[in-house]
């Protein structure tokens, strides 16, 4: 694990084996720190930006041999783009781009400045503390199954000093980063779920996962099993169950930040270890990325973990509903119908449609339990891949005020979300000839019709549904999300429910 420590001091003299130090896009003379540097390699930097080599643009680097002109081996100078478009994302991407640079030549303790508290002009504590998330989350790797480590990969970043030139800003730095640390790692905690084969992480292994978690950080833990499923009529979760021969878990988690009258909020997660499809089978292509369909349940576990180390005063439940949707002579066929905990019944004419049923018990679980607004996560529809991408995770709701808080605290933890619309007529694609509802409403606006089919489930309790199935996992690296699970959604929740209890 890497520690992040804020000291005083100048990073000329730092004690590390790699210095970090920034340039702005279209800066000629560097200032600050980064001309200190500067001056101590006999103006080495201000060479590299007038023969052109460096231009500063956003996560370029530089690696400068210092030839022990200052005690560090190395110094990294990374580019922070053009100073009119610099926000707190950015900072997060490049800690991370350069925390990644100075690990892959092998450095294991490094010294940085706060990039953008300077002249920047970002608030220094959450300057500090995108720094931090950035600097943790880039670091990520899910290397556990590497019997042999590659050759040129060198080893772990141990420890990262973030040098503050005025002993005055050193604690608000500390706090940022403190905060920041504890959001990074329930992304981490996230991803390492997400990344994990499904023979490893059944429903099961999540309830255990969660136990431990919960147990270290103080939540209530409790967990459903089949049985108590049953008795609760949960029967189109339970009919997402039935070809498996994994017994599936209903995870429940409550944090209790505020006086027990008040009612709570409820995260909710999809957690199908993994997605077969079921009955009506996916095609063998491909069909390994669905050990990440749990990425939704992953999240609000994620989330929970980091409302339990930040306690703000709000109460909160986390919902994270985990099976796997297998074939075999128990499962469901199309055509079958199950009945919802709510009484609904529901005609199955697509057994690939599955996260909905279990989201459907789970959101009147969380009405059940008193929620006054329920935001879920689930990697729900191919179709939201279609509209947005793998940019932007898909937002419905029921409630524009709701909504628009969900937005706030996604745009401050630099996740995005983009609105689409649950008008009244697509309700229609949903009506069943002998159920009340149907589960899957045709090949147009997939991605509005699983929603739907949520929302006549939440009836009046304020919701905002994420699709995350285009963002939950990443097919190629970015600054700070590495390729595989992205634990996307984590940072929302969180800044929800710090915003929620009127703290950021
Ligand atoms: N887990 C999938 C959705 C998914 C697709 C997630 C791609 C991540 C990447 C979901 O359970 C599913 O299979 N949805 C079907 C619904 C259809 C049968 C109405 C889909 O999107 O094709
Ligand atoms: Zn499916
Ligand atoms: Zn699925």
């Known amino acids: 694990m890497t520690e ?42 201000s060479r590299l930006i007038d023969k052109g080599y460096f231009k500063g643009k956003l996560n370029e680097t530089f690696l400068v041999p210092t030839s022990g002109r200052i005690p560090a081996d190395h110094v990294l100078v990374v580019g922070l783009g053009k100073s009119s478009e610099f926000d707190l994302d950015r900072v997060r991407q490049v800690s991370a781009t350069a925390a990644k640079a100075l690990r892959r030549v092998g450095c294991k303790r490094i010294a940085t400045i706060v990039h953008g508290a300077g002249i920047g002009g970002l608030d220094p504590a959450a300057a500090a503390r995108a720094l931090a998330e950035g600097t943790l989350m880039g670091l990520y790797k899910f290397d556990k199954y590497l019997t042999k480590r590659e050759e040129n990969e060198a080893g772990e970043l141990k420890e990262v000093l973030v040098v503050e030139f005025d002993a005055a800003k050193v604690p608000v730095l500390a706090e940022g980063v403190e905060r920041g640390r504890v959001v990074a790692e329930a992304v981490n905690f996230t991803r390492d779920l997400v990344n994990e084969p499904a023979n490893v992480l059944t429903p099961t292994e999540m309830a255990n996962r969660a136990r431990e978690m919960a147990a270290r950080y103080g939540l209530e833990f409790e967990v459903l099993d089949r049985e108590q499923m049953e008795s609760l009529g949960m029967g189109a979760f339970l009919a997402v169950a039935a070809g498996s021969a994994q017994p599936p878990k209903l995870i429940v988690l409550k944090y209790w930040g505020a006086d027990r009258s008040e009612p709570p909020i409820a995260f909710i997660g999809k957690g199908i270890t993994f997605d077969t499809g079921g009955i009506s089978i996916k095609p063998a292509q491909g069909m390994e ?15 929970m973990q980091a409302v339990a180390r930040l306690k703000p005063r709000i109460n909160v439940i986390g919902l994270a509903g985990c099976t796997e949707n297998m074939p075999s002579g128990t499962a469901t066929r199309p055509g079958d119908i199950a009945r919802a905990m709510n009484g609904t ?20 679980y969380a009405r059940k339990l008193g929620a006054r607004a329920i935001v879920d996560l689930a990697t729900l529809t191919g179709a939201c891949v279609v509209a947005l991408g793998k940019v932007a995770s898909g937002a419905f709701t029921n409630s524009p005020e709701l909504l628009s808080k969900v937005k706030a605290a996604a745009d401050a933890a630099g996740e995005k979300i983009w609105e689409l619309p649950l008008f009244e007529e697509y309700r229609q694609q949903l009506k069943s000839d002998c159920a009340d509802i149907k589960n899957v ?14 929302r006549t489930f939440v009836e009046d309790t304020p919701w905002v549904h994420l ?36 703290r950021s």
Do not use: H, W
């Open 4 to 45: 992040i420590r804020v000291v005083p001091g100048n990073i000329v003299e730092a004690q590390v084996d790699g210095v970090v130090v920034n340039l702005f896009e279209g800066v000629t003379r560097p200032g600050g720190a980064t001309g200190a540097v500067d001056r101590a390699l006999g103006g080495e930097i």
């Open 289 to 303: 990325e669905m050990k990440t369909d749990m990425s939704g349940a992953a999240a609000v576990l994620g989330a």
């Open 345 to 364: 019944t529901i005609e199955i004419i697509n057994t690939d449609a599955e996260g909905r049923l279990v989201l459907a018990d789970c959101v009147c």
């Open 441 to 454: 409403g045709g090949r147009e606006a997939g991605a509005i019709t699983a929603a739907y089919f949520i």
């Open 467 to 502: 699709d995350i199935a285009g963002t939950a996992r990443a097919d190629k690296e970015q600054p700070y999300i590495p390729k595989g699970g992205t634990g996307v959604g984590v940072r929302t929740l969180v800044e929800l429910a710090l915003r929620e209890a009127g």
